[in-house]
Structures are given as C-alpha cells and as structure tokens.
C-alpha cells in the first residue's frame, strides 16, 4: 500500500522557490526562447525588409535639401542701450535661437508664402491635391466631431493661407552651428530647385525683416525720446522755480551760519550747567546759616562761615562784651541774607538764560528745516537737469541714424540646388530589419512567456518537484477503440517504446518493494490517464506476468469504448463478494491481460471505494495477480482517487502536453497533499513530436527527439 511520503512537501518548497525566483530573468532561456522561435523571427524580419523596400523604391516621395548659411554681425551699442532701440542684437546662445524662431515664425512664413505664391503649389496646399480615401475618411471624422462653437475658430484654422504657412513651416528647418554666430537654414521638398528658392527667398526676407524692424524702431526712439525732452524741460523750469520762491522766503543765510547758532547754543548750553551749579551751592550756604542761626552756637558758626567781622565778634564776647552779642547775631542775619540775595540772582540769570536757550533752538530747528528742504530741491533740479541733458543729447544721437540702419545678420552661403535626403533605402532596409526582428522577437518572448502550459519534461519537474517517470507521444489514432490495435500492430513505435520506459522507471522507484497495485490520474478529463494504464497493463503482461486492470472511475465508465464482450458484472459485483473474482473479470486475448470493467451504483463512488468490502477486494487482487492497474478518475472533478490512493503501492500522474493549466496540476498535487498520499512519478502524456519540433524541442528531448527516428517504427 501508498504510505505517507517524506517528499509530500516537494511541492509547496519548490513553489516557494519558484516565488522567490518570479522576479529574475534567466538569461539562457531568454536565448533557447529565442533560437526556438528563430523561424519565426526571421520571417518576420524578411516580411519587414520586403514591406521596406517597397516603401522605399515603390511609394515614398523623394525630398530634396537645400540650405544656406547666415551669420550675426558683432557691433557696439548706438544709441541709448543695447535694450532700447536699434543697437545690435546679442550674440548669447538664446538669442540665437530666438533668431531662429524669428525667422520660423509664421509672419515672416506668411511674406515667404505671399512672395514666392506657395498657395498655388500643390505640394503645401492640399486642398489643390487629389483627395484620397484616407483624406476623405479623415475629413467625414472631422465633420461628425466638430460642433457650432468651434466652426468658425477651425475655419479660420483650415483656410488655404494659414494651410499653407503650416505646411511650409513643416517643410524648414533652422540650426546654430557650435561655438559660432552662424546659423543654417533648411528646407526640404520635391524638387531641389524649389528648395534652394524657397531657402534664399526666405534669407532676404528675414535681412529686410530686421531692417524694417530697426527703420520702425529708431522712429519710434526718435519719437519717444523727443516727448521725453519735452516733457524734462517742462519739469525742470517747474523745479527751478520752485527753488527760487523757497530760497526767497527762508531767513537762512547759509549753512555756516546754521553752524555758528549751534555754537551759541552750545556756550549758552555750557552756561546753564555752571550757573546750576552755583545756584546749589547757594542754596546749602542758605541751610548752613539757617542752621547756625537756629543752634545758637557762635563758637560753630566761626568756623564754619570764616568771616573775620565774626571772628573779631567772637573774641569780644569772651572778653566779656555784652553788646558783641547782639552784633554777633545781627552779623550772622546778615551774611543769611546776602546768601538768599545770591540765590535769587542766579536764578533769575537762569530763567533769561533758558528762554535765551530756547528761542534759540527753535530757530536753529526751524532752519534746519528749511536747509533740508531746499537741499532735497537743488538735488531734484540737479537730477532732472542731468535727465534732459542726458536725452536731449540721445536725442540728437538717435535722429542721427535714421536711414542709416543695417541689418544684424549677413548670408554667408546661398543655397543652390539641394541633394536627395528621402528616402534612404540602405537606412530604411536596416531600420526594417531592426523592426521585424524585435517584432519577430517579442512576438516569440511573448508566446514563450505568457503560456501556462508544460511543454517539457524539465518544466514540469522544476514546477512541482515530482520526477517525471515517463513522456508519451500522441498515438496516431482516431478513435479510442484503436488504440489497442496500435498497441498490437505497432510494438516498437516511439509510443511503445515510452510505455517501457515508463514501465522501467515504475518498477525501480522502489527497488525494495516494487508496487504492483499502480494507480492512474490526472488532473481534468481527457489527459491521457486512461491510455497510460491500458499501455502499461499491456506491457506488463508483455513480461508474463498476470495482470489485472480495473476501471476505476465508474462514473463516466469509458472502457466500453476500448473493450468488446464485455460481461454483466462489474466493479460493484466483484466488491459485493457473492461472485467469484474470476467469473466478474474477462480475459482480453489482444491485451492479455484481465479487465474489471466499471459498473453504475446506486452507492456514491467515493464513499464504495472508502469500504472495507474495497479494503478486501484489493487485497485478494493482489493475492491473484501480479500487477494492478487501476484507473481513477480525474482529482479535480471527484475525490475517488485520493480515496482509492490509499491502497495502491504507486501513483502514477498525467499531464497533458501543452494543454494541462499549471495551476490545475498545482491544484491536483495539493489534493494529493492533503491526504498524506505521495505522486510516485508523473507522466507527460499525448506528446506532439511534430508540435515540439515547431516549439525548438525536437532535437532535445524524449522518445520523440529526432535522434530517436531511426529506432522506431514509423507512426
């Protein structure tokens, strides 16, 4: 029996390996892809090459290219600066290229137009060429779109001038050389002689452009410049006059003698402090009599003051001499009130000082004022004057150049009749080529990439783990009913042939035990199971040995489309046990081997195969036989087989070639996991050797490789 496999994981390691390996690109099957798929490429690259060539010699218009050559002339300023009027134009890289805009610009296109009546040239005014059915059709489209709000902006947009103009614009183009002030002009058409006329036609109007533009300019400098004048001139009397009556009105003499009253204000100042500073001194002489006078104290009032007629006094009074006393004292009131008398006066100087002070400053204030005032207008006057005198002289300057302009560019080189540029047939051949092989090959990448089916032996073992035990071509037939005479008539075919490899590495997966219960599945319907168990029952019996094959998937019961003769009982009989298992199976003479056909039950499958009468029926098949097959129906659509699984020695798994989903096989070894059942081998069944070929894998792998053909029998 089936045990539960120590590799049941293979599947779900790989897949994460697969996972991890999503975002790397294998480099060598980029390449196989490719050299698989090289006849397709390269007969999508002769398919380009061909539609190339007839492009290039059969349709395409030849072009012709003319060019001619200007520089720009370096010059100095002329007249106010290089941004007012008519100087020379900057030689910086982006005025260049503004040069270049200017002569691409659809005025100067449209004189180019008007000059040379380029309207009635068929080549830039389509309305005079014979409309074709792509025209036509484009023309309806654009009708049906259009709506009232846009008709009259797009017919001022289709009118044969402005047609033109863009045509025309097409057909040039305008370059700046490196390193240099000269620029080329091109233009392209059919005819080389119009070309080169278009190109210097155009030159000349872009010169007599920038003359036009400059003669335009100086009269408007001129014209501007003499408004400014006049206007200065106004503005300068006005200001001058101004000055005058302001000069007339203000008592201030001049700036030095603003000065010398700041002096005076600074002694008068100065003399404020010291008197402030006698005033205080007064003031404590005050207090210190008041004092004396209040203590009594002559004997303090001696030393303190130092007055000699107080001395004398003193010393009078201590010889005794009453009347001292009273001239004492009246001496003492005395120097109080010279003291108080200072005081007052000192005062009095300070109040006529400080509204001297005052007075002052009020006066210095006042012209300050006005010096600041009138210095603002003598620099007013000053600036206008240096204004008119500097506009006055451009002025006389700017009328000078009139007639006098030249234009800031010269032509170098004229154009003379242009060289073909269109078509390039070596450089459309080879772009050709480059296309059809990257479509050739993108094409073959995607095919290769986008499939998601198995179309070898080695994909199938990287994607699920499980080595393949066997690769079966595609049997020549055309019914299922032939497929036992082919087995018959055709034992040394590629086909038989695989069914003995598949039978060896059957036999070998277990060299201890050799299953001899083998189970076939697959994933869906029609992958080729049912063949691979009849062709290894076959093959088994081709050894002498007894062999049983069973058809396990009595649902659909497709034996009776392989076997003829075929008796009552079936399945359900031979698990019932009251008939023999001889009288229940028949004996296949072409085969040799025995068949237990399927029979319809009143009994869900899955849950007949889940008895022990099945248990025990296996059990005596493997007492009786040598080998049995048993074929099971798809994992997918039932679960009989993960339930007969459990008591078979080998599972045996096809995949259809090219058609079985990689998710559905994922799918069905999962089941398989579920149950704890192990996929011994798996099979790649209905092989197309002519199909591999055409994929690159004919000469690689299998019995249906091309070294193989002479080993086996045709068909």
Aim: glycine letters at 6%.
């Amino acid at each position: 029996m089936n045990e539960p496999a120590a590799n049941t994981g293979t599947l779900r390691v790989d897949q994460s390996g697969r996972d991890r390996d999503d975002d790397e690109i294998d480099l060598m099957e980029l390449g196989r892809a490719l050299w698989r798929g090289k006849w397709i490429i390269l007969l999508a690259t002769l398919f380009a090459i061909m539609l190339g060539g007839y492009y290039a010699f059969g349709v395409a218009d030849k072009q012709y290219k003319s060019s001619a050559q200007l520089t720009l002339e370096m010059r100095t300023k002329q007249v106010v600066d290089i941004e007012s009027v008519v100087s020379g134009v900057s030689t910086e890289q982006a005025a260049l290229n503004t040069e270049i805009e200017i002569i691409l610009s659809r005025r100067v296109l449209g004189n180019l137009v008007d000059e040379l009546n380029l309207i009635d040239d068929p080549e830039f005014n389509d309305s005079l060429k014979k409309p074709t059915l792509i025209d036509s059709a484009k023309a309806v489209i654009s009708d049906l779109i259009s709506t009232s709000d846009t008709e009259q902006s797009m017919a001022a947009q289709k009118s044969p001038r402005n047609r033109t103009i863009s045509a025309v614009r097409k057909a040039l183009s305008a370059s700046v050389q490196r390193d240099s002030y000269v620029f080329t002009i091109s233009a392209t058409t059919g005819s080389s002689e119009k070309s080169a006329r278009i190109v210097n036609t155009l030159s000349d109007i872009y010169i007599d452009e920038q003359i036009a533009v400059k003669f335009e300019a100086t009269e408007q400098a001129v014209a501007w410049l003499s408004s400014r004048v006049t206007e200065l001139e106004g503005e300068l009397r006005e200001k001058e006059n101004t000055l005058k009556a302001a000069t007339a009105e203000t008592d201030l003499i001049s700036p030095e003698a603003l000065d010398g009253l700041n002096l005076q204000a600074k002694d008068l100042r100065d003399r404020l402090q010291e008197m402030r500073a006698d005033v205080a001194r007064t003031e404590a002489e005050v207090e210190r009599f008041r004092g004396l006078l209040s203590s009594k104290n002559r004997a303090d009032a001696v030393d303190v003051t130092g007055d000699p007629t107080l001395q004398r006094l003193w010393r009078a009074i201590q010889e005794g001499d009453l009347e001292a006393e009273a001239l004492f004292d009246q001496r003492l009131s005395t120097l109080l009130e010279r003291a108080r008398a200072e005081q007052d006066r000192l005062n009095s100087q300070i109040a006529a000082l400080s509204n001297s002070y005052e007075e002052l400053q009020l006066r210095i204030e006042r012209q300050s004022t006005d010096l600041a005032r009138i210095q603002q207008m003598q620099r007013e006057v000053a600036t206008t004057r240096t204004l008119y005198e500097t506009f006055l002289t451009r002025l006389k300057e700017t009328s000078v150049q009139r007639g006098l302009q030249q234009a800031d560019s010269r032509v170098l080189s004229d154009a003379i009749p242009g060289e073909q540029v269109a078509p390039r047939p070596a450089m459309i051949l080879a772009l050709s080529m480059i296309l059809g092989m990257m479509i050739g090959s993108g094409f073959v990448l995607a095919r290769a990439f986008l499939h998601n089916v198995f179309r070898t032996a080695e994909d199938l073992e990287a994607a699920t783990g499980i080595p393949v035990f066997g690769q079966i071509p595609q049997m020549p037939i055309k019914a299922r009913g032939d497929l036992i005479s082919y087995l018959q008539d055709k034992p040394t075919s590629a086909a038989s042939e695989a069914i003995r490899n598949l039978r060896t590495s059957t036999i070998l997966s277990d060299i201890d035990e050799p299953p001899k219960v083998i189970m076939s599945t697959s994933s869906i319907p029609e992958e080729g199971k049912t063949t691979v168990a009849i062709a290894l029952a076959q093959n088994f019996a081709g050894l002498g040995k007894k062999v049983l094959l069973i058809e396990g998937d009595i649902r659909r019961r497709t034996f009776s489309n392989y076997f003829n003769d075929q008796p009552k009982g079936g399945v359900v009989t031979a698990l019932s046990g009251e008939t023999p298992l001889n009288e229940v199976v028949f004996h296949d003479e072409r085969l040799g081997i025995d068949v237990l056909m399927g029979q319809k039950s009143r009994v869900n499958a899955a849950d007949l195969f889940s008895s022990d009468r099945f248990k025990e029926f296996m059990s005596r098949a493997r007492e009786a036989y040598d080998f049995v097959i048993i074929d099971t129906p798809p994992v997918l659509v039932v679960p009989d087989a993960r339930v007969i699984g459990q008591h078979v020695d080998a599972i045996l798994f096809a995949v259809a070639w090219d058609r079985t989903q990689k998710n559905q096989v994922v799918a069905a070894l999962r089941e398989f996991d579920a149950v704890k059942l192990r996929i011994s081998g798996i099979v790649l069944a209905q092989i197309d050797p002519k199909g591999m070929r055409r994929y690159g894998y004919g000469g690689k792998y299998g019995s249906y490789a091309n070294y193989g053909q002479g080993y086996y029998d045709a068909g």
